[in-house]
């Protein structure tokens, strides 16, 4: 059985960094395209950064561009999201999701890790 576990979440100040690490454990064999997600209260989830199993540009949602950067432990499933000048706006439950194509939905999640970025 295939499972994610985030880690690296916590409280921090506005202008902070944090890294957020996603380890894909179990049927390793296959590399997986990796996402980060997050969701704050009272709002739905949005996709942060996405990295792609056949290489390829990243691609982030606008907000955080020239903020976090997504980044693959090589040929592993693990991945990283190094997230610096955080801002409040930043609080959420980040999620990481897999999926074993570059396209289609993310199949595979973890359980979450929370940030929140206090100001």
């Known amino acids: 059985q295939v499972q994610l576990v985030e880690s690296g979440g916590g409280l921090v100040q506005a202008g902070d960094s944090l890294r957020l690490s996603c380890v894909v454990s179990?049927?390793?064999?296959?590399?997986?395209?990796m996402g980060w997600f997050r969701q704050a209260p009272g709002k739905e989830r949005e996709i942060v950064a996405a990295?792609?199993?056949?290489?390829?540009?990243?691609v982030y949602l606008d907000s955080v561009k020239g903020r976090f950067s997504i980044a693959r432990d090589g040929p592993n499933n693990t991945v990283f999201l190094h997230m610096s000048s955080l801002k409040p706006e930043d609080t959420a439950i980040y999620y990481c999701?897999?999926?074993?194509?570059?396209?289609?939905?993310?199949?595979?999640w973890g359980q979450g890790t929370p940030v929140t970025v206090s100001s």
């Open positions: 990295t792609f199993r056949t290489g390829g540009s990243n």
């Open positions: 179990g049927r390793t064999s296959i590399t997986y395209s």
């Open positions: 999701a897999a999926r074993p194509s570059d396209f289609g939905q993310y199949s595979l």
